[in-house]
């Protein structure tokens, strides 16, 4: 099923002391992306300060999550509270200590510039900070929200298949009546030829065993094109399938049983049909089932 979910928190950390006393924040945000597919398939794109953060995440997906290609993104941005961060008084005078040493030995050495300071200052005092709980408690919300979005989207697919399933309720109501129709029709059509081999005129009687003839091949044909079996069992499925998309749940798998049932049917009313109106109604019943099928597989 398709969704999607995106939140953002802002977290401030304390810096390090320095002469500037100045704080540094983060914003945090998560990205979750869900599209159809039968299976669970997760990807995540994570920077490499939270890439120990994955398997926790993992585990947080697969215990909502049963269907779809679902990405996730974390990003995760460092700002500042003040223009620049200044070096500890220690940070200089270490520096100063390396320097010197450096010289006393290497004394063509260049010295070091204020931007070589800065750099390797900064990066002293940068102290990692350990984003996994406020990373984990982020994704839950995008979760919630993923989820959300997903229950909508069920509704709207519940109410499609309900709509599908009452269509072929439909078809099926037409295809009942035509049997004994077309029965009759093959009994009047075995009269006709055997009026015509017997070279007999409209106003004799017909011999009793040409209405005997008539009866039983009438009666092999029906039992041939007798669809009621067929039409009980799919009204059976429907009715399954309508109870299943109103109580929830997990359907996915039992949706997809129901649905070959379903086109198996359609295939035997095909199959059996003795007329071009059953074969239509056997066609547009198997586009009503794809039609059903394409959605099912959405469906967790």
């Given at each position: 099923?398709?969704?999607?979910?995106?939140?953002?928190?802002?977290?401030?950390?304390?810096?390090?002391?320095?002469?500037?006393?100045?704080?540094?924040?983060?914003?945090?945000?998560?990205?979750?992306?869900?599209?159809?597919?039968?299976?669970?398939?997760?990807?995540?794109?994570?920077?490499?300060?939270?890439?120990?953060?994955?398997?926790?995440?993992?585990?947080?997906?697969?215990?909502?999550?049963?269907?779809?290609?679902?990405?996730?993104?974390?990003?995760?941005?460092?700002?500042?509270?003040?223009?620049?961060?200044?070096?500890?008084?220690?940070?200089?005078?270490?520096?100063?200590?390396?320097?010197?040493?450096?010289?006393?030995?290497?004394?063509?050495?260049?010295?070091?510039?204020?931007?070589?300071?800065?750099?390797?200052?900064?990066?002293?005092?940068?102290?990692?900070?350990?984003?996994?709980?406020?990373?984990?408690?982020?994704?839950?919300?995008?979760?919630?929200?993923?989820?959300?979005?997903?229950?909508?989207?069920?509704?709207?697919?519940?109410?499609?298949?309900?709509?599908?399933?009452?269509q072929l309720r439909a078809l099926a109501a037409l295809a009942v009546p035509m049997v004994p129709k077309l029965v009759e029709q093959q009994k009047n059509r075995f009269l006709e030829r055997w009026k015509e081999a017997m070279a007999l005129s409209d106003s004799t009687a017909l011999p009793e065993i040409a209405q005997d003839r008539a009866l039983t091949e009438a009666t092999a044909f029906a039992i041939r094109i007798d669809v009621a079996e067929e039409i009980t069992r799919l009204s059976s499925h429907l009715d399954e399938i309508d109870r299943l998309l109103s109580s929830g749940g997990e359907l996915g798998k039992r949706l997809d049983f129901l649905i070959q049932e379903l086109h198996r049917e359609a295939n035997t009313l095909g199959s059996k049909s003795a007329s071009l109106e059953l074969t239509r109604i056997s066609v547009d019943m198997k586009v009503l089932i794809e039609q059903i099928r394409e959605q099912v597989q959405n469906i967790e």
């Open positions: 099923m398709t969704g999607y979910a995106a939140v953002q928190s802002s977290m401030a950390q304390s810096a390090p002391e320095t002469d500037s006393g100045a704080d540094a924040s983060s914003r945090l945000g998560v990205e979750i992306r869900s599209v159809n597919s039968r299976f669970l398939d997760l990807a995540f794109r994570l920077p490499d300060e939270l890439r120990q953060a994955e398997p926790a995440l993992r585990e947080l997906l697969t215990g909502k999550l049963k269907r779809g290609k679902v990405e996730v993104r974390v990003s995760l941005e460092s700002t500042s509270a003040g223009t620049l961060r200044a070096p500890s008084s220690a940070t200089l005078q270490r520096l100063g200590s390396l320097e010197d040493s450096i010289k006393s030995w290497l004394p063509q050495a260049a010295a070091l510039s204020v931007a070589d300071i800065l750099r390797i200052a900064t990066n002293e005092d940068k102290k990692p900070h350990d984003y996994s709980d406020e990373l984990l408690k982020l994704a839950k919300n995008a979760l919630k929200e993923l989820m959300a979005a997903r229950e909508r989207e069920g509704a709207r697919l519940a109410q499609m298949l309900l709509d599908r399933t009452a």
